[in-house]
């Protein structure tokens, strides 16, 4: 029987592959590197590019990754990303993500706006009751002044 390892492919979203293959081509800081069952336990950081599953000579997945980690241990390949895709996905996958942030930013400067907006009719209140107060201490000494 042939020797396999676990791949697996983890982004913050999902998990994008998870299977038994028998060798694994990775993209790291330092070059590529190949992961064959057996291999030492080793973390490697990953570089912008692909990773790639085959069993035997023949390529089963592949997936571009923005870079991350592979952590390589008791015939596991582990590697996180913070985005994880087949190539020909990719540029809808980062379209999809900048839309996205996009959205979150318009989310949080509406948030921002609205707060700002209420920290200033908090000011405009917190200087009319300041102004109320002083007329109510004023025409109390008035009236005071008067009794004399």
């Not at 989310?107 to 908090?122: K, Q």
């Amino acid at each position: 029987m042939d020797k396999k390892l676990r791949l697996r492919v983890i982004t913050p979203d999902q998990t994008a592959f998870d299977e038994d293959v028998g060798f694994v081509l990775l993209r790291t800081s330092r070059g590529d590197m190949g992961v064959l069952p057996g291999h030492e336990p080793y973390a490697a950081l990953l570089a912008h590019g692909q990773v790639r599953a085959y069993n035997g000579r023949e390529q089963i997945a592949a997936f571009e990754v923005q870079g991350g980690f592979a952590a390589i241990d008791e015939g596991r390949v582990s590697v996180l990303t913070g985005l994880a895709g087949r190539p020909e996905d990719m540029g809808a996958l980062l379209t999809g993500r900048e839309r996205a942030r996009a959205q979150r930013k318009e989310r949080e400067d509406a948030a921002n706006l609205e707060m700002r907006r209420a920290e200033e009719a908090l000011r405009r209140a917190l200087v009319q009751s300041e102004m109320s107060a002083d007329a109510i201490i004023q025409g109390h000494g008035e009236r005071l002044g008067e009794g004399e």
